[in-house]
């Protein structure tokens, strides 16, 4: 059975929104029910935070693939982490589990009017630099920034302005769901094409 760990904080986190919706992870778990989808997300955490439980959460499943989305805490006024930090204990995570089990899901836009901790100008620092981890290192990645930063994403978010309702699940698990088939079609093709190749040269 494949292992996919979902990472992150408390967009990540539980499985059920207040309004009884399905939140990230339910909705993963219903598209891969052959798969062991772990919900290792927890609620107001950094990346120097996530470090600690790293090996515990994540590495101890073996995961074929796991998902990391933080960023919200760690450009909040109140928890502020360095840019260059959390870039560094996304690159300790990437090494450890190697690029190509990595799926890295930028932070998403906030509702400023709503949301007082955190900033559209902050924010976007940590997506461009999860974006330019992801080239860098060559992982798996979800551009959630741009993806609701094109939409009207305040609709997707609840009234404090960062996390998110129906909508906003909806967007984030297709987008991971998406990912996961494309990378799933790909390693089938892979195999075929060495499969064909091993015929050839027989």
């Known amino acids: 059975m494949k292992t996919l760990v979902c990472f992150g904080d408390s967009i990540t986190a539980h499985e059920i929104n207040d309004d009884d919706s399905l939140r990230l ?16 997300g927890v609620p107001a955490e950094t ?16 995961p ?41 899901i930028s932070p998403s836009p906030v509702n400023e009017n709503q949301q007082h901790a955190r900033t559209n100008e902050r ?4 997506a461009k630099a999860v974006k330019e981890l992801a ?3 060559n992982t798996h990645f979800i551009d959630l920034w741009t993806e609701m ?23 984030l698990a297709g987008l991971v769901i998406q990912k996961i088939e494309k990378l799933k079609k790909a390693k089938k093709t892979k195999k ?6 091993k015929i050839q040269k027989g």
């Open 47 to 62: 990346t120097r935070l996530a470090l600690t439980r790293f090996q515990e959460d994540v590495l101890r499943h073996e």
């Open 149 to 171: 930063s094109g939409r009207n994403y305040k609709q997707m978010l609840v009234n404090d302005g960062l996390h998110f309702n129906k909508k906003g699940y909806k967007l």
């Open 123 to 126: 924010t976007q620092q940590y």
């Open 64 to 104: 074929d693939l796991v998902t990391i989305l933080f960023g919200a805490n760690d450009a909040s006024v109140h928890r502020l982490i360095d840019v260059e930090e959390y870039k560094n204990n996304l690159v300790y995570m990437i090494e450890k589990l190697g690029p190509s089990k990595v799926i890295l």
């Open 192 to 197: 075929g094409f060495a499969a064909m190749a």
């Open 25 to 40: 992870t339910s909705r993963v778990r219903l598209s891969f029910n052959k798969w062991n989808v772990i919900n290792a």
């Open 135 to 137: 080239e860098t290192y």
